[in-house]
């Protein structure tokens, strides 16, 4: 069985502030994560992901995460967000199971950015 | 192209009617799902088809019927839905190579149905 546990259902932070957007995962296989974002009245983007390799992810907007196999977790962080970041935030654990993918999402954070 | 449309972006309809949502995409993928997400939760998965097939049915109720006519479309029929199935209907679509988890998903931007 595999889950994603995000505390945070909403994180405020004002404009040009770090940001820090919590994530721990439950898995008994490979662990696969994902992070997507999802703007007002839109679809999910793939935000980054970690599948093997090196600990810590990249975006191509400014997000990072690492993953932790000691604490379980794959938190999401940005040392200075802007307004346009303001979205939902899922945090998610793929798996395979009866030969086809699935993804568990967990129950998402809203990240509000304040002028 | 990593795109996946969606139509109509919104839906109103009662309870009598019978509707469809469509998906499409042209990136070669052969896996495609279909999500539910109720406000301020996150997606659910409801089917997912692979090379045409479908492959997984989430004990979804039989007012959803999911129907792929080829490797580039997906479609949701929609008959006498009841006002909680009210919700955003998200289409993702991935390579599919024999169900990898490593695999990414791309979505749609989904359509938004209201039931009345």
């Known amino acids: 069985a595999q889950s994603v546990t995000q505390l945070d259902s909403q994180v405020p932070v004002f404009e040009e502030a770090p940001v820090e957007l919590r994530c721990n995962y439950s898995?008994?296989?490979?662990?696969?994560l994902f992070w997507y974002v999802q703007y007002p009245n839109q679809g999910l983007q793939l935000l980054l992901k970690?599948?093997?390799?090196?600990?810590l992810v990249e975006s191509i907007n400014g997000f990072e995460a690492e993953f932790n196999k000691s604490q379980t977790s794959f938190h999401l962080r940005k040392p200075s967000v802007h307004i346009s970041d303001t979205a939902e935030y899922f945090c998610?654990?793929?798996?395979?199971?009866?030969?086809?993918?699935?993804?568990?999402f967990g129950t998402g954070t809203k990240l509000q950015v304040i002028p | 192209d990593t795109e996946v449309t969606q139509t109509p972006k919104h839906l109103v309809m009662g309870m009598t009617n019978k509707k469809s949502l469509k998906c499409e995409q042209h990136?070669?993928?052969?896996?495609m799902y279909w999500y539910k997400q109720k406000a301020k939760k996150p997606p659910e998965l409801m089917f997912v088809?692979?090379?045409?097939?479908?492959?997984i049915n989430e004990s979804v109720p039989s007012r959803f019927s999911p129907e792929c006519p080829n490797s580039s479309l997906l479609n949701l029929h929609l008959h006498a839905l009841q006002p909680e199935d009210s919700a955003l209907y998200l289409c993702?679509?991935?390579?599919?190579?024999?169900?990898?988890?490593?695999?990414?998903?791309?979505f749609g931007p989904g359509t938004r149905l209201l039931v009345l």
């Open positions: 993702a679509s991935s390579q599919d190579r024999f169900g990898l988890a490593t695999e990414t998903q791309y």
């Open positions: 898995s008994s296989v490979s662990v696969y």
């Open positions: 970690y599948l093997s390799g090196s600990t």
């Open positions: 998610a654990v793929s798996g395979n199971s009866g030969g086809y993918q699935k993804v568990t």
């Open positions: 990136m070669g993928h052969r896996a």
């Open positions: 088809y692979s090379y045409e097939k479908l492959s």
